[in-house]
T-cell receptor, first 114, second 116 residues
């Protein structure tokens, strides 16, 4: 799986949009971009994923650049409960033979400020 | 949908004893489950990949005889920490891979193991 680079930490005011960047300059054509978050002392929570088109769901939006070398996760109206470590991961989906494992980096620690 | 549970949520045991942790996919079948370990202020570290009906695949540096994994059904994988020592104290998290549609992995809530 390709390596990703994320800022170590970010602050965002409550109610504002939180924009979390991720660089994945070595991403392959068949690799998806996944985002998870981990709230303190809990298991990671799936947020969203995409291949090349922008995606939106009830939790967030994912913007992937045209060259796919970077992406941005957008939490439109951040709340205090969004304080967590956010992980950007690139992986090949449906690759049963490889075991399809997720390797976590250090992620971005997002602090939502009241 | 796509809920993964773990039991117990926390456990305290004496050094030298064995501890079993269960991971269940509640509303989907998972041919593949994964076990992670997380130490304080660190990221998750993959320990092994658990495949239903076959032997688990362990990551480099993880002792297979110490961390026994059994994936007996499409909804249950177990991790047994044998002869636990204080250095095995950690947060253990499992995930299950959805084998249809998006192929996304969903994670359990984790099990906090403390070895005295």
């Amino acid at each position: 799986d390709a390596k990703t680079t994320q800022p170590t930490s970010m602050d965002c005011a409550e109610g504002r949009a939180a924009n979390l960047p991720c660089n994945h300059s070595t991403i392959s054509g068949n690799e998806y971009v996944y985002w998870y978050r981990q709230i303190h002392s809990q298991g990671p929570q799936y947020i969203i994923h995409g291949l090349k088109n922008n995606e939106t769901n009830e939790m967030a939006s994912l913007i992937i650049t045209e060259d796919r070398k970077s992406s941005t996760l957008i939490l439109p109206h951040a709340t205090l409960r969004d304080t967590a470590v956010y992980y950007c991961i690139v992986r090949v989906a449906r690759q049963v033979s490889s075991g399809d494992k997720i390797i976590f980096g250090k992620g971005t620690r997002l602090h939502i400020l009241p | 949908g796509a809920v993964v549970s773990q039991h117990p949520s926390w456990v305290i045991c004496k050094s030298g004893t064995s501890v079993k942790i269960e991971c269940r996919s509640l509303d989907f079948q998972a041919t593949t489950m994964f076990w992670y370990r997380q130490f304080p202020k660190q990221s998750l570290m993959l320990m092994a990949t658990s495949n239903e009906g076959s032997k688990a695949t362990y990551e480099q540096g993880v002792e297979k005889d110490k961390f026994l994994i059994n994936h007996a059904s499409l909804t249950l994988s177990t991790l047994t920490v044998t002869s636990a020592h204080p250095e095995d104290s950690s947060f253990y998290i499992c995930s299950a891979r959805l084998t249809s549609g998006t192929d996304t992995q969903y994670f359990g809530p984790g099990t906090r193991l403390t070895v005295l």
